[in-house]
């Protein structure tokens, strides 16, 4: 018998309402029943191109309850609407009993667009429902299905009439989805290092593979080497804090999860970052020792290192203890449980709000700023990314490329594989196209998270076009995936590129695409999409979106209205390091603010447009940077380049009042005054106004980009600046 939870039925009111729950089987119907007053208060409602399943048809034709059927292409709006208020006046709250549509897994509903739209504008107020249904084991914890351990029913509070009405329950839905996920007893007493410790033990064959030389290390030997390394923590740890600077690999898994068992709070360090970028992020950590590798140390030489005796070379501690010490935790580890393997390795119990890790923003309008992430997001970031997939532990193989110290590789590339008893590649260079492809290919790898550089770079080396047969999850993240990228991947491979919404204070991905869902040609169920063209994705479970005003806070429900994105859930950051939340102005209670300007689409999808000082307000229109630095590429004929910017667009402030457009460009030696005529009439042959076209270019040498391969605004903003004399206050 499954646990039953329910919230805020003693909140519905006596006045007869739609009831619009986000999914319903048998045991829900019940308790939806009992909850609304009993048989004679409910009246059911089934849209027959979303028949419901076959246990709640059953029982339909057994009790023979009050309610109504239609089909909206034929009987319309209007009729549907009448039948409703007819059951309404009878005393009964309408409730829509939606079936099961062709989705991916982890969806938010299963009440397509289409549907939920039927009630925008109509006088029916209405009282959204979130069923969620969860697992108290990791690899299932979010269900969309039976079985389940738990069954949580949330009454939302009711919704007036009106517009956007389903863009309005679809955002209750998420915001309970959020709740419910927090009180999830696998989140509220999480202790991630006994649940590593078990899933290690459970699966002790597991291989950790590396991409380098094909070496394997076993998961029992990763769990072992491990907690040797907890000793060299405690020898050399002069604080709670241990920076780490590695590469995805043995070393990285053996030193995050040794920190995890210590209680130790790992800084994974970008080791790509100048040296002001690192000294800061040394300062605001407050690091004094660094976990590294002396292959890595010398084969990074362009990184500015600490001083050698700030280092701990991980490979050499654990040389040291040698051979046999790994053998003998191996042997304890047989015999021992979970429990009494951690107490005899001295493994910390920290608490679900202990900061377990630390990583920093890319900094791309000012300077890098620490993130902490507790137990409890990370554990809730693995759970969230693993109710979308569809993987099988002991068969699928995850290959690893993407460094501890981003979202995607501190979860998908490192505690996803532990967690859920997947093998995993690893391989330090991301953009090592011709050995990536080799190791798709030869390990049959099913999941792989790289940056659209990455990407690009494994297709350009793959020859065969096998290369990517069993890749049914290849997720971009870091930036915005290019449309050419993507086509090419399709139309080369049969490859679809997942887009995902990342960003360093949410774990690992906001939203993400999927692959569509595989359908019945004979099948009449309608299919929710999984990703649009030019957007991304649905949102991860347990991530909330809300869509605001560029300078008000108020939400706007409108679909495909643009605004600031604002993102909350148990995997979002609620602080900065060393920054109370009230002084930061991208908190505002369990919200956090993105900074990029997106929309949500009807069916529940995200689209971001980019980030918000990307954009130059013109009277009331809003214009794209990164969507005008395509259009120049095209107006003056180059093809951009990957890895170097020929040109890039900012905003000053223009000495009439307002803003203007200023093109950087390394593209011109000197400026004529054809060059205006190219920009304006190129601008307007697009069938654009006149307004787009920059009202400077200013000849540069290169483009400032950051580490992580963004423009870096803020010195281009200051350049240009600085090349037109404006002073700024």
Known sequence: MSEIRIEGADSVPAQPMLVLPNRVDLPTMLELEKALGGHGRVAWMVEKTLMPGKAIMNHLYETQPPGFSCLLNQDGRESIIVKARQQMER??????????????PGCLSDVPAHLLSLFDTTPLHAMPV??????????????????????????????????QLGARVQAAWMNAQVAQLEQLPMLEHVNLAEMLVEALLRNPKGRLIDGIDDSTLCYR??????????????????????????????????????????????????????????????????????????????????????????????????????????????????????QQLMQHARVVSSAPETVASIIFTGGTEDKPLGVPITHRM????????RSRLELNPGHDILLSVLPAYTPAGLISGLLLPLLGG????????????????????????????????????????????????????????????????????????????????????????????????????????????????????????????????LYTPEASPTPGNPGLVWLKGPAVTRSYLGVENEDSPRMHGNWFCTGDVGYMTPDGLLTILGRKVRFTQMGSEMIPHVQLEEILYKIFNVTPEENERKLAVVSV???????????????????IPSDYLTLRYGVTNLHLPSSWAPKHIIPVKYIPTLPNGKLDYQTCFLGACRMLKIKLG
């Open 91 to 104: 005393g009964r709250h309408v409730v829509l009993l939606p079936g099961r549509p062709v989705q991916a």
């Open 130 to 163: 979130y069923v969620g249904m969860y697992n108290n084991y990791f690899d299932a914890a979010i269900t969309t299905r039976e079985p389940y351990d738990r069954l949580h029913i949330s009454f939302c509070p009711p919704l007036r009439a009106g517009s």
């Open 221 to 338: 030997d990763i769990l072992s080497a491990a907690v040797m390394a907890t000793s060299v923590l405690e020898k050399h740890a002069a604080t709670a804090r241990m920076g780490i600077i590695l590469p995805p690999g043995k070393l990285a898994t053996i030193a995050n999860l040794a920190c995890l068992l210590a209680g130790i709070t790992a800084v994974n360090i970008n080791y790509t970052a100048t040296k002001e970028q690192f000294e800061h992020m040394v300062k605001q950590a407050g690091l004094t020792r660094f976990l590294t590798d002396t292959r890595f140390v010398n084969k990074q030489r362009q990184f500015c290192w600490p001083h050698s005796r700030d280092l701990i070379y991980l490979d050499q501690e654990l040389a040291e203890q040698g051979p046999w010490k790994l053998k003998a935790w191996n042997t304890i580890s047989k015999l021992r449980t979970p």
């Open 378 to 385: 990370l554990l809730a970031g693995a759970i969230s990314l």
């Open 422 to 549: 997947y093998d995993m590649v690893t391989y330090p260079t991301p953009t090592a196209g011709k050995r990536l492809c080799t190791l798709v290919h030869d390990y049959n790898v099913a999941l792989t998270a790289n940056t659209p550089a990455g990407l690009r770079a494994m297709l350009k080396a793959a020859k065969e076009p096998t290369t990517f047969a069993q890749l049914h999850y290849c997720l971009s993240s870091g930036s915005k995936l290019p449309a050419d990228l993507a086509e090419a991947a399709q139309q080369r491979f049969g490859l679809q590129l997942l887009e995902c919404y990342s960003t360093a204070e949410v774990l690992p991905f906001a939203a993400a695409a999927m692959p569509a869902p595989a359908t019945d040609p004979e099948s009449l169920r309608p299919v929710l999409p999984t990703t649009r063209k030019g957007g991304i994705g649905a949102p991860l479970p347990g991530v909330a979106v809300r869509i605001t005003g």
């Open 653 to 671: 402030p223009s000495r009439t009042g307002g803003e203007e457009l200023i093109m950087l460009s390394t593209l011109h030696k000197e400026v």
